[in-house]
């Protein structure tokens, strides 16, 4: 207590409150990161294999996964650890990480009122995040080089393909859509290659055909109406 009466915390109140959102998130981030661990996520690197398999099948389980759930839950178990010595508290409460967060949520005061947490915020929320990237990891960036033009150039495909292809290869192709190959071919500027076609088969272009044609013949502007 102070001299006021008052309690002193050791953790001002915008940290404690940033500590109670990362606390009341943990529960479902636990469930998505299980998932994870046990290879039923999306997203994610894929699993170690099994070796000495003729199948060469992945195993149902992550290891860089389960270490990053086994460092939040240790993290979770040195906070309550440390306040229930401090404040002379018995901690009855559930063993598992949702229920170690949800306690240390519900005794966010006396976790504040602990010396020595004045790093809880920044260690739990490190933790916290190297979870999320497990469970959700940041988007893959591709990086066009020349060889890879020149080997999408050399490509023969149907006009979805080649749009689907031309947004991966960015500006000035990612105009390159279906309608404008279209247009390519109704004014003569690009053909397909030979056939045989069967009646429901797909016309196919080569890529740098067409990527040649739509930089050669710019596209027209809609005028507007006044």
Same mark, same amino acid.
Request: glycine letters at 6%; proline letters at 6%.
């Given at each position: 207590?102070? &001299?006021?009466?008052?309690?002193?915390?050791?953790?001002?109140?915008?940290?404690l409150?940033?500590?109670?959102?990362? @606390?009341?998130?943990? $529960?479902?981030?636990?469930?998505?990161?299980?998932?994870? !661990?046990?290879?039923?996520? %999306?997203?994610g690197?894929?699993?170690?294999?099994? &070796?000495?398999?003729? &199948?060469?099948?992945? @195993?149902?389980?992550?290891?860089?996964?389960?270490? *990053?759930?086994?460092?939040?839950?240790?993290?979770?178990?040195?906070? *309550?650890?440390?306040?229930?010595?401090?404040r002379?508290?018995?901690?009855?409460?559930?063993?598992?990480t949702?229920?170690?967060?949800?306690? @240390?949520?519900?005794?966010?005061?006396? @976790?504040?009122?602990?010396?020595? !947490?004045? &790093?809880?915020?920044?260690?739990?929320?490190?933790?916290?995040?190297?979870?999320e %990237?497990?469970?959700?990891?940041?988007?893959?960036?591709?990086?066009?080089?020349?060889?890879?033009?020149e080997?999408?150039?050399?490509?023969?495909?149907? !006009?979805?393909?080649?749009?689907?292809?031309?947004?991966?290869?960015?500006? /000035? =192709?990612?105009? !390159?859509?279906?309608?404008?190959?279209?247009?390519?071919?109704?004014?003569?500027? *690009?053909? $397909?290659? /030979?056939?045989? +076609?069967? $009646?429901? +088969? $797909?016309?196919? =272009?080569?890529v740098?055909?067409?990527?040649?044609?739509?930089?050669?013949?710019?596209?027209?502007?809609?005028?507007?109406?006044?």
């Open positions: 207590m102070t &001299s006021d009466g008052s309690a002193h915390l050791y953790l001002e109140v915008d940290a409150r940033e500590l109670a959102e990362l @606390l009341a998130g943990i $529960p479902d981030l636990v469930e998505d990161l299980a998932d994870s !661990v046990n290879g039923r996520a %999306r997203l690197a894929a699993n170690t294999r099994l &070796s000495g398999r003729t &199948s060469d099948q992945p @195993l149902p389980f992550s290891v860089g996964a389960a270490r *990053v759930r086994d460092h939040l839950h240790a993290s979770l178990i040195g906070w *309550v650890r440390l306040v229930c010595e401090q002379a508290l018995d901690y009855s409460g559930p063993t598992s949702a229920g170690l967060a949800a306690w @240390l949520r519900t005794n966010l005061i006396a @976790l504040a009122m602990t010396e020595g !947490v004045e &790093s809880a915020p920044a260690d739990i929320r490190a933790a916290v995040e190297a979870a %990237r497990v469970v959700c990891p940041p988007a893959q960036r591709f990086v066009v080089d020349a060889a890879s033009v080997a999408a150039r050399r490509a023969r495909l149907n !006009v979805s393909g080649i749009a689907i292809l031309a947004q991966e290869l960015g500006d /000035p =192709f990612r105009t !390159v859509t279906v309608r404008r190959i279209q247009t390519l071919r109704d004014a003569g500027k *690009v053909a $397909p290659v /030979p056939g045989p +076609w069967a $009646p429901d +088969w $797909p016309e196919l =272009f080569l740098g055909d067409v990527l040649d044609a739509h930089l050669k013949y710019p596209m027209r502007r809609r005028k507007s109406t006044a």
